[in-house]
Each structure stands twice: as structure tokens, then as C-alpha cells.
């Protein structure tokens, strides 16, 4: 469950620089659906850290509040599950 975790995380932290970095030039983005996919299968702590990290998706509603509120349901999911 652990390594389920940091990967799923890592993915959606590099799939928030990776739109980023799209949207800076202009190309083919990565939907927002799938950013949010990645979010709910447990990588909502990523994202969150992603979106801060590379200043992406903060002026949505959506994300803003969204993804912190998912990742401390899945913090809280996480942590019932390691006990």
C-alpha cells in the first residue's frame, strides 16, 4: 500500500509540471479529468504539491479547495490503514 501511495503520488505531481510545462507552449494538454483521475485513485497529495509547486490550476475553484480537502480524506484513509 505504501509504494501504491508514493507512486501514485509522484505521478500526479509530475503530471501537474508536465500540463504546466505544455501550457507554457502551447500544446496538447492533459485533461483536466485525468488530473482529477489521478487525484481520487489516492494521489490528491501529489497533486496538491504539484499545483503549488509549479503555480498550476490555483485559480480554479476546484483545485484550490478541491484537491487540499481529497488529500486530507486520503491522509486520513492512509493513516487507518497503516494502524
Known sequence: ???????????AFFAMGLDKYKARRHRFRIAEQTLW??????GAFGAMMGMYTFRHKTRHRR???????LAAAELIVYWQWIE
Not at 1 to 11: E, T
Not at 37 to 42: D, I, N, R, S, Y
Not at 64 to 69: N, T
Open 1 to 11: 500500500m505504501i509504494q501504491y501511495a508514493i507512486a501514485v503520488n509522484l505521478l
Open 37 to 42: 483521475l489521478l487525484a481520487w485513485v489516492g
Open 63 to 69: 483545485f484550490r479547495y478541491g484537491l487540499p480537502l
